[in-house]
């Protein structure tokens, strides 16, 4: 078991650096869905691996553990598509370097819809 | 898909929930199995309608495998994207192109489909913005083509053939 | 004892991260960022109470570490309709 | 099962969580219901302050953890008095409000449960002997309350009802900072137990706390200045809820400003504060009434008035004094109730409740303008009405302390009483009529009834005091005997 | 947890803050004229006070008061439960008070067209 | 200037708070020995277990030492639920549509709502069930369980909202309440008196007496006027009101 | 059963009585009121007792009720002129409107009154004097619309003397611990007055209101003139008599046996306050009053006018009288009150009459109406002998009286005043009679004939009263010193018809009576005669002016401006006008009340500034509030 409780620390540590490394994303990128594209994936691994290592730690605590893990693996992103669409939907248009913005006629159709 | 049957998806949900509360209380005391069984089917019975379409078929050993398949290729796709998303943020000149992209998917089954996007929003420089029909609509940090098929390739293709698999 | 380090080390960079997270939530500049900020916060807050659970060995934290995870959420969800302009 | 005071409680919130299933099978059960309760809970009155006479005060432990450790309540002849007074009002409002017109059927099971749970959190307020309780209590006053008020859409009803939310919370936040300092000072919530350690706490933070918890109660008991709510809160609800407020809810608030004063601390010039705050209190309330031109808000300055005049009362401290404090709380609710009562027939058809509109109208509704006019008769203290007693009892209370300068300001509210009041009485009488029959509201059956009532207990107590005047005795009584009430509460912990 | 010599300091500033956030409350509420800010500053005392519950509820290196498997038995401090499960009492309370404070201000948004406080005042004197 | 004169004002009494707190220090032992039980917190740490079975002290104490409170907890709430019904009621017209969200959500919200839901609504059961033996109880599972259903309100337009189950849930478990103090009563003891169910083993589920059935009915009452609560706060838009 | 609780419940219970049947018939109100008062009257003095005390307990307090010979000599006044004058309303009254409502007030009012004088204890005498208040307030604004400023006027001052009143009973039984008046008049007897000053104060300003005794005068003219006239007989002649009654008591039985009082020093206000200081005061308040009456009263265009000031005027003698104190001096102010009742009475019935038949009292718009009111001629011109105080009617020897116990108590200026009101009183008097009921016919009066019988029958029989005391005054001589006997005056003096003064100059009245009499009935049959010859009459507007015709409304009688070269003398007398004073001092309170209700802002966010500031006064006064 000792093997296990190594991974625990092994994961958990690396779980709280993928988290910092999410702040550090939506702090350092320029628009709300770039921010969205770094703290999602981050903090959702870091998440996951911090909280499954504690399970591997403490092996009695593994199922609720996983229970967690699949939450975050589901909801975070989840969060993080509905808080881009509302951005959109909010007008904050995304920095586009190439003008490739597919979903922008998507939105001015409901937008005159409404209207 | 409407084929399954009620009780098929009724009892799928039951079971679900059942497993769920175990991973709550993780205690096999018959107090609480019993409790749990009573109350997984009391939530069960207003919730299935909404939890499942598809019912029991999910459990077919296949399926399995190819569950557990996706699964691999899922967790490696995020520590991938995760130091991909490392070397973005750290790097001190922010290395991106952004744009949003189109592309149309195979999977019909509302999960897949969500399972998908949530792939795809964890996976490298991708952000699924929306979904609309069968159009995904996807944020990409470093958009290497506005053609949607290009972009089917790029993004999806792997994640959506096991999908297609698991799903159907 | 040397599990010590461990939770000095583990306690420390979360905390950067949650404040690195606050700094963004502060700065905005749009109220998206700022939800865009909370969400990531409380993420890093769930994490962190599985640890603490760990830490003072009471497997609670756990359960409080689930409802928070699903409040957080449902909260994000709300403010990010209410955004949109849908409630 | 054994009579008891958690009656009181229990019964209604059965009621009032049994109401909208009721309401399922028959509409007519949500108007019942709270009749049933309320005159069950009027039976355990009776049966309760007869076992008080009798045998002392009743202090009831519940769910079987002893004071301090559990929640208790404590019927004694003073607080069973004022029990037993508000469910009184409760069923004689009830009866005035059962087929009250306004009110269809879906809003009428939101009035009823409300107005039920008003009654009961009132009652609560008095019953209960734990500090943290009574602010349950009161947040239950509270939110009745202010849906209550803002009952009617089309008066500015919402107005006062937020600003009447606006101060009830400003209240609690004052009284929960009272509670954490509390708390944190002697480890304890239950009053007797407040009461027997309050000395141990150090002066300053003693006097803090009291500030905070007179600041907070006050807002409930209409103490000036911290009474903006009130008149509003009085002329925009129903009718039946202004008598409801100025009759019970009020009383509750007052109560515990009482007990503050007399059980719970044991303050150095706090007698003293409640005189003065009650006078200006009153000088201030009278003095606007004077001036108002819709009379519900003149009805309600007029009962914070009364309020002032009670604090007064309780302020001067001695026996006397508090038999005539409870005089007047038990006139107060008898008198404006009825004067709140009658008034919404008056003012019916008048969105502006204004008193010119009465115009001649004692010609036109004469059996509610005369009950108005004996109502406005006993509040100005005229004999042989009821108002005449209690406010004599004061005078002779203050004569006895040599309180001069308080009978002078007394009695000279009481002559503006009489302008403003028979200005109203005349306007009924001896104007001109200028509304149509037709455009009266005549009152129904169940309102004569309820408003009857009341109109004879004013005559009755008038001309023979002494049907109460034992009650308020030992009321006064059980208030001063802070010792016995600590030992009623604790007498398992102190033996 | 033993703050020794910093007690003042750290009794001052944890206390401090939570009657900061009260005041901060109550100066929206005596201040800002549109309700739904007036009643977010209620809500922000409310937290204030909340706060302050569970800080004269904590001891010096008390855990939660749940004598689950894992502490039966052993000897741990446990914080003061009843502030506890007052704010429990005091939460649901303020929630229930906000929820009908944000129905009143609907109610008078569409009566008065405005949510300006300063501008609702049909009853007065 | 009306400004400087709150803030001044407000200082005035943040000043003599801060000074009333310069007697009860931060962390202090005031609980004191157990033996000489100077708060009566301490008391409960002391005998909750060995009284009552349960293992959550805190649940103890909300739902047997002042359950009273809690009894007049719920009742707050149901009158919150009571009050918004009647301050926002509006006579609907014929075949009127309730609307609580005005716009659509997301494919994929509402995908992911649908999976959630029971997943929430179980865990806040859960919570509520285990409210002796976890940091839970009533409130909290009762706050999730209406969370999950406030999901499935902003994420679907249409969803339909059982509002005489609403009502049934809420005024059974309300009597239940009730009933069960009542019952003390009949039974000669005192209301909500925790004697006539075992008190069972420490940190089983089945432990605690009436504790954990009272708890379950405040979990069903919470949620379902917390549900209540949400609905109508969200079908009201002022937005779009005329005047 | 006991006497006073037979008559009151006689009187109460015939008010409910005549409350209810008002909606069988109007007609059988007045009856039941008549009846209630006429039984309640035989059935009181058959089984009056003077020594029949009882007692009994009420909200912790200790009742007593009974008589005494002072009390006795009101409850004559109250009960006769009770009875005469509810018979008198039954014709005035028909077809008005709130019978029912109208005679409950009335009976009320006569219950109250008697209630008063059983009452031997403050508490129920101040109940009673309250309800008597009340119920007279409501008859004041029984005629409607203009007289409710009138009765709001009626019931401040009322409420400012009851409270007084209150107020000086309250520390009364903080002192003595009893509410007895007898107890209260050993206990200051004992303790003296020292400190017991403001309580005297108060009860004087309590009375006197009543008693419409300057300053507190203001609310009695109008009150008097706009109410129902059946029912101001009784108000005038009545009720202000329980002020009298009252202030008897204070004068009389609580400071007369401090005549002598030393000087003692309260400070501040009450500084060098005696009680002979307050009784002089007393002295000049109400000789003040009968010539602010007087001045009033011939200023007066309205007959009801002018009765109400001439009432003042009457009372404020009758004070004076009380406040001397010497033994003549108050015999003839008792003397006074019984008559003043009478004729006053008997004064407002008839002008009663002629507005009933008429449609007014202004002297202004009817005269000649003696031919066609005969019987009210009759009264009037009886009544007003005797207000005048000219013999052979009763007013004479009240005078009398009055100038000889002012004369011999070296109270000169006093009597000046006095005297120039009672010469005044002969003036307005003259003007009564002559403006409406001498001079030419109107034609406006054609139609107007005599008043019912039952109305007159009252009438008369007060006019035959005023004479038959004008010759017997030793009929109420009697009680008089009965009543003054109780008091503490020992072997008064007094003859059948014969009134004498201390120089020993003997009035013999049978004499004087019968040779004026005689004159007067053969002036009588020659005014009878020559009426008949039927001269010609030109009514006063039928004047022709030398080119110019006037117009009708321009109103050109002689009685216009009658005492205007008068008026002018004393012009600046009127300019005091207390109303002013009191208008001035109630327009600055209507200011200050305005501005201090602005406080309620209604803005709600005020109201919770005003919490906070509050708390924070709190907490900074602390020490000082709670030391
Ligand atoms: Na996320
Ligand atoms: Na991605």
């Known amino acids: 078991m000792e093997i296990l409780k190594y991974i625990g620390i092994g994961l958990v540590l690396l779980g709280s650096i993928f988290l910092l490394l999410g702040a550090v994303g939506i702090y350092r990128m320029p628009d709300v869905y770039n921010r969205l594209q770094a703290g999602t994936k981050a903090t959702t691994l870091g998440a996951m691996s911090l909280i499954l290592g504690v399970g591997f730690m403490e092996p009695e605590w593994l199922v609720k553990t996983l229970i967690l893990v699949i939450f975050i693996g589901i909801a975070n992103p989840l969060s993080s598509h509905v808080l881009a669409r509302s951005a959109y939907k909010n007008n904050q248009m995304p920095i586009i370097k190439n003008g490739i913005d597919a979903y922008k006629k998507i939105n001015d159709s409901e937008k005159s819809e409404e209207n | ?168 | 004892m040397e599990l010590n380090y461990l939770y000095i080390t583990v306690l420390v960079i979360l905390s950067i991260a949650f404040i690195i997270g606050m700094l963004r939530f502060i700065k905005g500049p749009t109220a998206s960022d700022r939800v865009v900020a909370l969400d990531t916060i409380s993420i890093i807050a769930t994490a962190s109470l599985v640890f603490m659970g760990y830490i003072f060995n009471r497997y609670i934290y756990l359960d409080v570490a689930l409802i928070y995870g699903v409040l957080g959420f449902i909260g994000v969800i709300i403010i990010a309709r209410y955004l949109e302009g849908a409630l | 099962m054994v009579i008891s005071p958690v009656h009181y409680i229990a019964v209604p919130l059965l009621a009032a969580f049994v109401i909208p299933l009721f309401a399922k099978l028959n509409r007519e059960f949500v108007r019942i219901i709270p009749g049933i309760v309320l005159l069950y809970l009027s039976y355990v009155s009776i049966v309760l302050m007869n076992q008080v006479s009798s045998t002392g005060t009743i202090s009831e432990v519940l769910a079987g953890w002893a004071p301090p450790f559990g929640i208790n309540l404590v019927f004694s002849a003073f607080s069973g008095f004022l029990a037993s007074l508000m469910t009184f009002m409760g069923l004689v409002i009830w009866i005035y409000s059962y087929r009250f017109k306004k009110i269809d059927d879906e809003p009428a099971l939101k009035f009823y449960v409300l107005f039920l749970m008003l009654i009961t959190g009132a009652i609560g307020i008095v019953l209960t002997g734990d500090i943290f309780n009574l602010f349950v209590f009161l947040e239950i006053v509270g939110i009745s309350a202010y849906s209550l008020t803002s009952f009617y859409r089309n008066r500015d009803g919402a107005e006062a009802g937020f600003k009447y939310l606006l101060l009830g919370a400003f209240a609690s936040t004052l009284i929960l900072l009272g509670i954490i300092l509390l708390y944190s000072s002697i480890g304890t919530l239950n009053m007797a137990d407040i009461a027997q350690k309050s000395h141990l706490i150090p002066t300053s933070l003693k006097v803090s706390i009291f500030i905070l918890f007179v600041v907070g109660f006050g807002i409930e008991a209409e103490m000036f200045p911290l009474n903006g709510w009130a008149p509003d809160a009085y002329s925009q609800a129903p009718g039946p809820v202004g008598a409801a407020f100025s009759g019970i809810a009020v009383k509750a608030g007052m109560y515990v400003i009482i007990r503050l004063i007399y059980t719970l601390f044991d303050i150095e010039g706090s007698f003293q504060f409640l005189i003065v705050m009650g006078l200006i209190t009153t000088i201030i309330a009278e003095v606007s009434a004077m001036k108002q031109t819709n009379l519900k808000r003149m009805l309600a300055y007029s009962s914070i008035g009364q309020m002032g005049i009670v604090m007064v009362a309780f302020g001067i401290g001695t026996r006397e004094a508090i038999i005539a404090g409870l005089f007047l709380m038990l006139n107060h609710a008898i008198i404006k109730g009825l004067l709140f009562l009658s008034s919404s027939y008056l003012v019916y058809n008048d969105d502006n409740k204004l008193i010119s509109s009465l115009s001649g109208l004692g010609k036109r509704l004469p059996l509610v303008s005369f009950l108005f006019a004996l109502g406005a008769f006993a509040i100005v203290g005229l004999p042989p009405f009821s108002g005449f007693w209690s406010r004599l009892y004061l005078l002779l209370a203050a004569a006895d302390k040599e309180l001069i300068y308080l009978i002078a300001i007394i009695l000279i509210i009481a002559v503006i009483e009489i302008v403003y009041y028979f200005r109203v009485i005349n306007k009924l009488y001896f104007k001109d009529i200028k509304v149509k029959s037709d455009d009266v509201q005549k009152p129904s059956i169940n309102a004569v009834i309820s408003m009857s009532i009341l109109g004879i207990l004013i005559i009755a107590i008038g001309i023979y005091p002494d049907l109460v005047t034992s009650y308020l005795g030992n009321a006064a009584d059980a208030l001063l005997d802070k010792a016995g009430y600590i030992e009623n509460v604790l007498v398992d912990i102190n033996n | 947890m033993d703050f020794g010599q910093y007690q003042n300091i750290v009794t001052i500033s944890v206390y401090g803050s939570a009657i900061a956030l009260i005041l901060i409350g109550l100066y929206a509420v005596l201040i800002k004229k549109n309700l739904i800010k007036i009643v977010i500053g209620l809500s922000l005392a409310d937290a204030g006070i909340h706060l302050l519950f569970v800080a004269i509820g904590y001891l010096k290196g008390g855990t939660a008061p749940i004598f689950s498997p894992s502490v039966v038995g052993e000897n741990v401090t446990m914080v003061d439960p009843v502030p506890q499960a007052l704010v429990l009492t005091a939460i649901v309370i303020g929630f229930a008070v906000t929820a009908v404070a944000l129905s009143l201000v609907i109610r008078l948004y569409k009566h008065h067209n405005t949510a300006r406080i300063d501008q609702i005042k049909s009853l007065k004197w | 200037m009306k400004n400087i004169i709150v803030i001044a004002l407000l200082l005035v009494v943040g000043f003599y708070l801060v000074d009333s707190f310069n007697y009860i220090k931060f962390g202090d032992n005031r609980l004191g020995a157990p033996s000489d039980e100077k708060t009566v917190g301490a008391y409960y740490l002391n005998n909750t277990v060995e009284k009552t079975g349960v293992a959550n002290v805190i649940t103890a104490i909300i739902v047997n030492y002042r359950g009273f409170d809690t009894l007049g907890e719920v009742t707050v709430l149901f009158l919150a639920t009571t009050g918004l019904g009647s301050i926002l009621y509006r006579r609907r017209k014929e075949g009127e549509h309730e609307e609580r969200v005005t716009k659509e959500s997301s494919y994929l919200l509402q995908t992911g709502s649908k999976i959630l839901f029971p997943f929430v609504i179980l865990l806040g059961i859960y919570v509520f069930i285990h409210g002796h033996l976890t940091p839970g109880g009533g409130f909290q599972g009762g706050a999730i369980v209406a969370t999950g259903f406030l999901l499935m309100l902003i994420a679907y337009k249409n969803f339909k909202l059982g509002h005489n189950q609403l009502t049934w849930v809420e005024s059974l478990a309300g009597i239940t309440f009730v009933s069960i103090g009542m019952w003390g009563l009949i039974t000669g003891g005192t209301f909500l008196e925790n004697s006539f169910i075992p008190k069972g083993t420490l940190n089983s589920l089945f432990s605690g007496g009436i504790i954990p059935i009272i708890y379950i009915a405040v979990g069903f009452k919470v949620a379902a006027e917390l549900t209540g609560v949400l609905d109508i706060l969200l079908s009201i838009k002022p937005s779009k009101i005329k005047k | 059963m006991n006497t006073y609780f037979v008559v009151l419940l006689i009187l109460f219970g015939g008010a409910i009585i005549s409350f209810a049947i008002n909606k069988v018939s109007y007609l059988l109100s007045g009856i039941v009121a008549f009846i209630a008062t006429a039984s309640a009257t035989v059935f009181f003095y058959l089984n009056v007792d003077t020594d029949n005390f009882v007692q009994f307990s009420l909200a912790g307090f200790d009742f007593q009720w009974g008589l005494n010979s002072l009390s006795l000599l009101f409850t004559y006044i109250v009960l006769g002129l009770g009875t005469l004058a509810t018979l008198y309303s039954i014709q005035y009254m028909r077809f008005k409107n709130n019978l029912g409502y109208f005679y409950f007030n009335f009976l009320l009012g006569i219950g109250s009154m008697m209630g008063i004088l059983f009452s031997q204890d403050f508490i129920s005498f101040f109940i009673f004097w309250e309800i008597m208040t009340w119920s007279s307030y409501l008859i004041v604004v029984y005629n409607g619309n203009k007289t409710h400023k009138i009765g709001i006027k009626y019931m401040i001052f009322s409420g400012i003397g009851a409270y007084a009143m209150l107020m000086s009973i309250v520390m009364i039984y903080a002192d003595v611990k009893s509410f007895l008046i007898a107890d209260y008049i050993d206990y200051i007897s004992q303790v003296g007055l020292s400190g017991h000053y403001l309580q005297i104060i108060l009860l004087i300003v309590g009375f006197g209101v009543k008693s419409a005794l300057m300053p507190l005068h203001v609310w009695a003219p109008k009150a008097y003139a706009n109410s129902p006239m059946g029912y101001t007989s009784l108000f005038s002649g009545a009720l202000s008599k329980m002020g009298v009654y009252g202030l008897s008591i204070v004068l009389l039985s609580l400071l007369t046996n401090f005549n002598t009082g030393e000087n003692v020093s309260l400070g501040g206000l009450f500084e060098g306050i005696n009680a002979e200081f307050i009784r002089i005061i007393v002295q000049w308040l109400g000789a003040i009053t009968a010539v602010m009456g007087t001045l009033y009263a011939l200023k007066q265009n309205d007959a009801k006018k002018l009765l109400a000031y001439s009432s003042i005027a009457q009372l404020g003698y009758i004070i004076t009288g009380l406040a001397i104190g010497t033994e003549l001096a108050v015999m003839g102010a008792l003397f006074l009150a019984v008559l003043h009742a009478i004729f006053k009475g008997a004064l407002f019935m008839a002008m009663g009459a002629v507005e009933r038949q008429a449609g007014t009292t202004d002297m202004t718009k009817i005269s000649g109406l003696v031919r066609k009111m005969p019987f009210t001629f009759i009264v009037t011109l009886m009544s007003i002998i005797a207000l005048a105080g000219i013999p052979p009617l009763g007013g004479f020897v009240g005078k009398w009286l009055l100038y000889e116990g002012m004369i011999t108590s070296g109270h000169y200026f006093l009597v000046v005043l006095i005297f120039f009101s009672s010469t005044a009183a002969f003036l307005y008097c003259y003007r009564i009679l002559f403006g409406i009921f001498l001079g030419q016919e109107e034609k406006e009066t054609i139609n107007v004939r005599e008043a019912p019988i039952s109305m007159l029958i009252p009438m008369l029989l007060l006019a035959i009263l005023t004479m038959v005391f004008g010759t017997y005054p030793g009929l109420l001589f009697e009680p008089i010193a009965n009543a003054m006997s109780y008091i503490g005056y020992n072997d008064v003096v007094w003859e059948m018809s014969t009134i004498s003064n201390v120089w020993g100059d003997k009035v013999s009245l049978d004499y004087v009576s019968l040779t004026i009499f005689t004159v007067f009935i053969v002036a009588m049959i020659f005014l009878t005669i020559k009426n008949y010859k039927g001269t010609r009459y030109v009514t006063t507007k039928d004047i022709s002016t030398s080119g110019e015709m006037p117009t009708e409304n321009e109103n050109l009688t002689f009685q216009l401006n009658f005492f205007q070269p008068f008026e002018r003398a004393v012009a600046p007398l009127y300019k005091r006008s207390m109303d002013k004073i009191y208008n001035t001092i109630g327009e600055s309170l209507d200011a200050l009340f305005n501005f201090v209700r602005t406080i309620y802002t209604g803005n709600g966010q005020t109201y919770a500034l005003y919490v906070i500031v509050f708390l924070v006064i709190m907490l900074i006064f602390k020490d000082s509030i709670f030391n």
């Open chain 2, 1 to 168: 898909m409407q084929t399954v049957s009620l009780l098929n998806r009724f009892i799928y949900t039951w079971v679900i929930l059942f497993i769920l509360w175990y991973a709550f209380t993780t205690s096999l005391e018959p107090a609480e199995l019993i409790t749990g069984g009573f109350v997984s089917l009391v939530v069960a019975s207003f919730s299935y309608k909404v939890f499942t379409g598809s019912g029991l078929k999910i459990f077919m050993p296949h399926k399995l495998f190819f569950v557990a398949q996706y699964i691999f290729i899922f967790i490696l796709a995020l520590i991938k994207s995760n130091f991909d998303v490392a070397r973005r943020v750290l790097s001190p000149s922010l290395p991106i192109n952004p744009g949003i992209v189109e592309f149309n998917t195979k999977l019909t089954n509302d999960f897949a489909k969500m399972v998908l996007a949530n792939s795809i929003t964890l996976t490298p420089g991708t952000l699924t913005i929306d979904i609309v029909e069968n159009t995904f609509y996807i944020h990409w940090i470093d958009v290497k083509s506005d053609n949607p098929e290009i972009a089917h390739t790029e993004i999806a293709n792997n994640f959506e053939k096991l999908l297609l698999k698991i799903f159907n």
